[in-house]
């Protein structure tokens, strides 16, 4: 069975500190694509990044970077420098290859990260 | 860029109504996907569909129906609402996974419904 843990349920900093979001996965499938999604106040999610298995290079768009290991099964997210707008609730999905789901995500439960001025 | 769109943001309706929810996307995407989302519970699937009249069940989907007589809107149906079908629900689209590789989905903004 897939699995999606998010083990942070809420995270609070001050702004300009660095904070790390933990995810980590559960498949038995060696094809799948990992993504974090953002949930801004106002409830729409919102796609960040799209990893596939096979790609292991860390990424960075920005204040965001993500850290990708599969020797842990996890997909890290770290927002450098936040800010207040980086408040949200930020949720990591899991999704198999095209033979397996046709494309469903299989969501974590979120982590609320606050940003205090 | 896409967009979706959900009929309401707020609804409030009484128990044992029949309520729609719907869900229009303007990019031709062949999935759609509905999901609730529940403090501490995260995001869960309640049904899905790849194609016009086709419906997969998801996670949850009791005491919900689903129908997609058109490519771009997929309409959740709560027969007979109950006061644990209050929650936020949100439409979400995506085009279909060639071999090989996934897409993002991309989300409305939500329907929060409320049910008394």
């Known amino acids: 069975a897939q699995k999606v843990t998010q083990a942070q349920t809420e995270i609070s900093v001050v702004e300009k500190e660095d904070v790390t979001l933990d995810c980590v996965y559960e498949?038995?499938?060696?094809?799948?694509?990992l993504f974090w999604y953002k949930q801004p106040p106002s409830g729409e999610l919102v796609f960040l990044i799209r990893?596939?298995?096979?790609?292991?290079q860390n990424e960075i768009s920005g204040r965001y970077s993500w850290n990708f290991q599969k020797s842990t099964s996890s997909f890290n997210f770290t927002i450098t420098a936040s800010q207040v707008v980086d408040s949200a609730v930020y949720f990591c999905a899991l999704s198999l290859d095209y033979g397996g789901s046709q494309g469903n995500l299989i969501f974590g439960k979120g982590t609320k990260l606050s940003v205090k001025p | 860029d896409v967009k979706v769109t959900q009929s309401s943001r707020y609804l409030v309706k009484r128990t044992g109504e029949k309520v729609f929810l719907e869900c229009v996307q303007d990019m031709d995407h062949e999935n759609m996907f509905w999901y609730r989302q529940d403090p501490g519970l995260g995001l869960r699937l309640i049904y899905f569909s790849y194609d016009v009249k086709m419906k997969e069940k998801g996670d949850i989907p009791e005491g919900y129906s689903v129908s997609r007589e058109k490519k771009e809107r997929f309409s959740l149906i709560l027969e007979s609402a109950s006061t644990n079908q209050t929650s936020m629900y949100l439409c979400?689209?995506?085009?279909?996974?060639?071999?090989?590789?996934?897409?993002?989905?991309?989300f409305g903004p939500g329907t929060r419904l409320t049910v008394t």
């Open positions: 498949t038995r499938d060696t094809t799948y694509y």
């Open positions: 990893r596939n298995s096979f790609d292991e």
């Open positions: 979400a689209s995506s085009p279909y996974p060639e071999t090989g590789s996934s897409y993002e989905q991309y």
